[in-house]
């Protein structure tokens, strides 16, 4: 590993490590509340690790799962130490993490024959979807791609501004209408201006509103349609943001917008001060979707790969 790759990855490390440092602090101090006094696991024991995992926004089924395979060790292990409990845990959310997270890793690149590469980023209001777009085209652009973006939320004109802001701060182009006029549209010729310019990457915006399912619904799959006419097989990835300070509620809107449009892709923003960091490790689990992205800051570096060992670690060390 070259010094650059190295010191890059510290630092991105620490970024991470500082950003998940209010739920691990959370974590840890329930977790000794719950085994103080023990000197092993036992039911007691169980029943408190539940809890702390259910409070640290982990989801109840994943809890379940993860008190299940603990279980399995205690029956083979009846003096297994409340000392050993830490790093049980971590094996256990690491395997199940590995699960759906195997092998999803991107280092920008573009795959094989799918040139533009179409990202179309949905969820609800105020999860960090423009945000994480800006992010996205930065590092996107530092890999050497050619980057475009469609500001396909043209529900609000301070939607296609803030775009607008992000473009002109990571020095791409951006494809826009007016406020009001017709999201796929939008797509349409975002995608026919990223073909003409041989671009590598187009991010399509998009609105988050969805006090009405169904419009949702109907809106995507008019989007998704629309594209396919300049590219047949777009979009490549459908990125669904979370805000993972919302806890349960990002559980929630991940149920919605999975029975509404096919999601291939997560990211988990608003990791930095928050105590709800389990909701990676349950999200990612429940839905077996990839989280491919978290968000750790407002800034433009404040964005990273998910690495499910990095993540475990930070939040177990
Ligand atoms: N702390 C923190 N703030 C974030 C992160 N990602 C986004 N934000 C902030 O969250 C707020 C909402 O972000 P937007 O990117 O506007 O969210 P959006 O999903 O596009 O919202 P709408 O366009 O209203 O649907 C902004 O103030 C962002 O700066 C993050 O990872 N950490
Ligand atoms: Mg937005």
Redesign the pocket.
Known sequence: MSLFKRIFSKEKKETLDKGLEKSKTTFFSKLSKAVAGKAKVDDDVLDNLEEVLVSSDVGVETTLKVIDRIEARVAKDKYLGTTELNAILREEIAGLLAETNVGNETDFTIPEGKKPYVIMVV??????????IGKLASQFKKAGKKVVLGAA?TF?AA?ID?LQVWADRVDVPIVRQDMGSDPASVAFDTLTSAVSQNADVVII?T??RLHNKVNLMNELTKIKRVMQKVVADAPHEVLL?LDGSTGQNAFEQAKQFTLATEVTSLAV?????TAKGGVVIGISDQFQIPVKYI????GIE??QVFNKIEFVDSFFK
Do not use: F, H, I, S
């Open positions: 969820g609800v209001n105020g999860v960090g979807k423009t945000t994480t939320d609000r939607a803030q915006d609105a988050g943001v923003t608003k990791l930095d001060g968000g750790v800051g407002e404040d964005l």
